[in-house]
């Protein structure tokens, strides 16, 4: 069984940093995929919660949790110990190597795209990163961001911190000028199809936080409509072709 080394810490407002040792039989996270989390050892609620990787280092994995609702209250609540998790699952952002790439993030959005920008910073791309939030109260780790992004840009909508805006508009500004080979992005549904709208950009890779019910490909709670048909968020995804989405069918 996997081990919550300490218990989680409020990061942010309604932000929580865990740290978990998995299981010795499990692989090493890719950037993009997600463990799937069950909230409390008993038996409601009885459904997984998806979160994706925040981080992976010496043999721990890092997630950031956003108190949405019950489950993530349980998960947020949990003391050192044992905990229940299956994964890492899904499939993950591509790597490429020596490309001029954007990252933009909203919200706990940002959350995957931190250990991407490491993973892509060690292939020799150049990265720019657009990190977005509500407000200033609910930033974490702006610190490791900045570190982890050749050029780093903060956005808030309430400018409270940073320049005032939405990620969307600062990713289709600078997708219009920079010449980047590809966007990966991950926020609320209307940003990402924003973002994906870009024509300027050739590759666009959005993970997708839809609903997700099994996570393991057996529900098809997770269904995602695309120009190539029905796709499974959970097993197909969390990471997609954000061209290739149908995203007025969401
Ligand atoms: C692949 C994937 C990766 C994710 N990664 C993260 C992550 O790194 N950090 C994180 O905090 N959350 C992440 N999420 C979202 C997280 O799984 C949900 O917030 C969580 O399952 C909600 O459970 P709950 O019991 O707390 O809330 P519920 O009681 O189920 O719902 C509470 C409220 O949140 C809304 N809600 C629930 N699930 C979602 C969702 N998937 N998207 C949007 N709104 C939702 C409901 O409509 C409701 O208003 C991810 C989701 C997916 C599919
Ligand atoms: S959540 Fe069950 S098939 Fe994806």
């Not at 939030?133 to 840009?153: L, P, T, V, W």
């Not at 024509?199 to 993970?207: A, D, K, L, M, N």
Request: aromatic share 8%.
């Amino acid at each position: 069984m996997a081990y919550l080394i300490e218990k989680p810490a409020e990061i942010a407002k309604d932000h929580f940093l865990l740290k978990i040792r998995p299981d010795s039989g499990s692989g090493t996270p890719a950037p993009g995929q997600f463990v799937n989390i069950r909230p409390y050892e008993g038996s409601s609620p009885l459904i997984r919660r998806p979160i994706s990787v925040f981080n992976y280092s010496d043999g721990i994995i890092e997630l950031i949790v956003r108190l949405a609702g019950e489950g993530t209250r349980m998960i947020c609540s949990r003391k050192q110990g044992e905990i229940d998790i299956l994964g890492p699952l899904g499939r993950p952002f591509s790597l490429p190597a020596g490309k001029r790439l954007l990252l933009a993030g909203g919200g706990v959005g940002n959350a995957p795209l931190y250990y991407l920008s490491l993973e892509l910073k060690k292939n020799g791309n150049e990265i720019t990163y657009i990190y977005g939030s509500r407000s200033a109260e609910y930033i974490f780790f702006e610190d490791k961001y900045a570190q982890a992004a050749d050029n780093f840009i903060l956005m808030t909508d309430d400018g409270s911190a940073g320049s005032r805006g939405f990620t969307t508009s600062g990713a289709a500004e600078l997708a219009a000028s920079a010449g980047f080979d590809a966007i990966y992005t991950c926020g609320p549904i209307p940003m990402m199809q924003g973002i994906a709208s870009i024509t300027t950009v050739p590759q666009i890779e959005v993970s997708m936080e839809n609903y997700f019910a099994c996570g393991i490909g057996m529900c098809s709670g997770c269904v995602v409509e695309t120009a190539n048909g029905l796709k499974r968020a959970c097993v197909e995804g969390p990471v997609m072709d954000g061209k290739s989405i149908l995203w007025q069918s969401l």
